[in-house]
């Protein structure tokens, strides 16, 4: 069985760290050993200043890359699309539909037959 020690805390602290214990841990000797194997194998101190936490971190994270997505959106809207528009325009292989350039031409053409006609009549009067 193993054997227990007594080490005195203050009330504040040892609530700290029951509570902590309680929600990480099945017991506070497996907290207590587990902290300290950390601080061991890792070689710092409880002390020192790690520098910017996770959460400092990923909201950093976050802001550069809702940066990015910002400018990657408008050059898409301001580059990409309208040169991808110019390139299907040139490539394009449907050949437009035939139709009369100028409506005269038709009128011209209607009246040429009918004068056709009126010639045909006189030629057959005579």
């Not at 292989?93 to 038709?106: A, S």
Request: glycine share 2%; proline share 4%.
């Amino acid at each position: 069985m193993y054997s227990f020690t007594g080490i005195r805390f203050k009330k504040e602290t040892a609530k700290r760290f029951q509570e902590f214990s309680r929600k990480h841990f099945k017991s506070h000797t497996e907290a207590m050993s587990t902290m300290l194997d950390f601080f061991f194998y890792n070689e710092i101190s409880p002390r020192e200043k790690l520098g910017p936490t996770g959460r400092t971190i990923e909201a950093s994270i976050k802001k550069r890359i809702n940066a990015v997505i910002a400018i990657m959106r408008d050059m898409e809207k301001t580059q990409t699309k309208p040169t991808v528009a110019m390139i299907e325009s040139l490539f394009q292989t449907e050949e437009p539909k035939k139709k009369p350039l100028i409506l005269e031409k038709k009128f011209v053409e209607e009246k040429k037959e009918v004068r056709f006609r009126e010639k045909q009549n006189q030629d057959n009067e005579l």
